[in-house]
């Protein structure tokens, strides 16, 4: 917890700590230091362009801050656990229609969807925020990411609903014939009231734990589509796009340090949020205890 915090907090706060700590932007060049390994100043080296790689790391953590975030909030949680409590609740004909499209979903492979919705949106996304630029006042929201953002949030968000919503659903079939569940509907109270109030708090617990492990999924997918050119586009820097640069061997031989400080960050992000819902399935699974 202590590690996936830390980190967070250096990916939100990438503007000022890159101003106030490092004293480089991720675009600026010291022309006096190409290839620099490791030093007081450039804590994480140089890259070829002369770019501080432990600034350009710091706006690579944000980049997947924020993506995950939106992704497991909008997907796994909001998306995920409505179709989940809908589906388990109300049964019948709903259940079947939400369960079928989501097992037609989950029969492809999700990274290969994920890459497909991705190369095919962006093209005709960056057309409508140019054509937004050009009629009107607003400027810079090319360059500024967004259409990277919106891409891959959808992307990700598309197949990220199909497990919670699976496991929610596995909750309320099994919490919906006990008899507080009973006795609510006996005294009149409304769906939603039950669904929210009554029978999500008592699935939580398994909820907590996915939520968990699937940010570390999340990471991985996000690194994925950076690493095969889907992601965030440059000049803005990414996790996956900085592995790219530092993954071939004539790179390794001479610059080793482009490669190790994301790659270090990459595998603890991915592993401690592995380790941390594994955790919490120990703490709240009443039969481990």
């Known amino acids: 917890m202590v590690i996936v915090a830390t980190i967070y907090?250096?990916?939100?706060?990438?503007?000022?700590?890159?101003?106030?700590?490092?004293?480089?932007?991720?675009t600026a060049q010291d022309y006096t230091a190409f290839r620099e390994p490791p030093s007081l100043?450039?804590?994480?080296?140089?890259?070829?362009a002369g770019r501080d790689v432990f600034t350009r790391l710091l706006w690579g953590i944000q980049n997947t801050v924020i993506l995950t975030i939106i992704?497991?909030?909008?997907?796994?949680?909001?998306?995920?656990?409505?179709?989940?409590?809908?589906?388990?609740?109300?049964?019948?004909?709903?259940?079947?229609?939400?369960?079928r499209f989501g097992e037609v979903a989950a029969s492809f492979p999700d990274i290969l969807l994920v890459i497909i919705i991705a190369a095919t949106l962006r093209p005709r996304l960056l057309d409508i925020v140019r054509w937004i630029e050009d009629n009107t006042?607003?400027?810079?929201l090319v360059r500024s990411g967004a259409v990277d953002y919106i891409v891959i949030s959808v992307a990700l968000v598309s197949f990220g609903w199909i497990g919670m919503a699976r496991l929610v659903r596995g909750q309320i079939l099994y919490?919906?014939?006990?008899?507080?569940?009973?006795?609510?509907?006996?005294?009149?109270?409304?769906?939603?009231?039950i669904l929210f109030r009554h029978l999500l708090p008592n699935a939580i617990s398994p909820i907590v734990v996915t939520v968990s492990m699937g940010m570390g999924t999340m990471v991985g997918t996000e690194i994925v589509l950076s690493w095969l050119g889907l992601g965030i586009q440059p000049p803005r820097p990414s996790l996956g796009v900085m592995l790219l640069e530092g993954g071939s061997i004539s790179v390794l031989r001479v610059m080793p340090w482009i490669l190790i400080a994301p790659g270090i960050i990459a595998w603890l992000?991915?592993?401690?949020?592995?380790?941390?819902?594994?955790?919490?399935?120990?703490?709240?699974?009443?039969?481990?205890r």
């Open 137 to 140: 006042f607003l400027d810079g």
């Open 9 to 26: 907090f250096a990916g939100i706060f990438a503007a000022p700590l890159s101003t106030f700590v490092t004293g480089y932007d991720y």
């Open 269 to 288: 992000m991915v592993l401690c949020w592995n380790l941390l819902g594994d955790a919490l399935n120990d703490v709240l699974n009443p039969r481990t």
């Open 71 to 99: 992704g497991m909030l909008t997907g796994g949680l909001v998306i995920g656990i409505t179709l989940g409590l809908v589906s388990g609740y109300l049964g019948g004909k709903v259940d079947e229609a939400i369960m």
């Open 41 to 48: 100043e450039h804590w994480a080296g140089t890259d070829r």
């Open 175 to 193: 919490l919906k014939e006990t008899q507080y569940i009973e006795s609510a509907r006996a005294i009149g109270l409304s769906t939603p009231r």
